[in-house]
Structure formats: structure tokens, C-alpha cells
């Protein structure tokens, strides 16, 4: 299997309990697929950068994938679906992060 990282963002006007759902929701579609969602970050209601679909803010939640292409897929094709999700993006990673999605990780500093 393969392993991934995704992203996405939910309408501003929906409820955390929303977002968990819609995230449980997608978490199934790739567990169905013989996948699975090996960690979530949720990170919250953000600004954006520009409006998205005359929205200012955004629901951020970061998935670690692993599963096969086929599940990403259908995972992806799920998302085009869903109208609370604005915007997304999944890439393939060669190994999953040991820490949450944005944190820094000042060991990795290169010294001159």
C-alpha cells in the first residue's frame, strides 16, 4: 500500500460536529476500499488567503493516508461530490510524518 497525505477544507458555516462527520465519512469510503486513515489533525477554522466559493474562512483538517490508488480515488471522487468541501489536495509521501501536519521540527536544522 501507499501512503498519502490530504487535505482539505470545509465551508466556514459548518459545526465542528459537521466537519468530524464529514471527515468519518470519508475515513469509511477509503476503510471500504481496503485503506485506512492512519491519523487526523484537525486544525481548525482558518483565514484563507482569497475568497473560495464567497468564502473567507475555511474548516482545515489534514488526513495520513494508506491505502491503495484505487481508494484515493474513490476518496477524491467522493470530495468533487460534496459541496461543504471547498478545496482539497492529496499527494503521495514516501513514509507518514510521526508528528502532526505543520508542526517544525527544529532537530532537522542544518548546521553550517
Avoid: C, H
Wanted: hydrophobic fraction near 40%.
Amino acid at each position: 500500500m501507499s501512503f498519502y497525505e490530504s487535505v482539505l477544507i470545509a465551508r466556514q458555516d459548518l459545526g465542528q460536529s459537521q466537519v468530524n462527520n464529514i471527515v468519518s465519512d470519508l475515513s469509511n469510503v477509503i476503510a471500504n476500499n481496503g485503506g485506512e486513515v492512519v491519523r487526523v489533525d484537525n486544525w481548525g477554522l482558518k483565514n484563507l488567503a482569497y475568497r473560495v466559493k464567497k468564502n473567507r474562512k475555511g474548516y482545515y483538517v489534514v488526513l495520513n493516508i494508506s491505502a491503495p490508488a484505487a481508494a484515493v480515488a474513490e476518496y477524491e471522487r467522493q470530495m468533487r461530490f460534496n459541496e461543504d468541501v471547498i478545496r482539497y489536495m492529496t499527494i503521495k509521501v514516501d513514509e507518514l510524518s510521526k508528528e502532526p501536519a505543520g508542526s517544525a521540527n527544529n532537530s532537522e536544522a542544518v548546521e553550517e
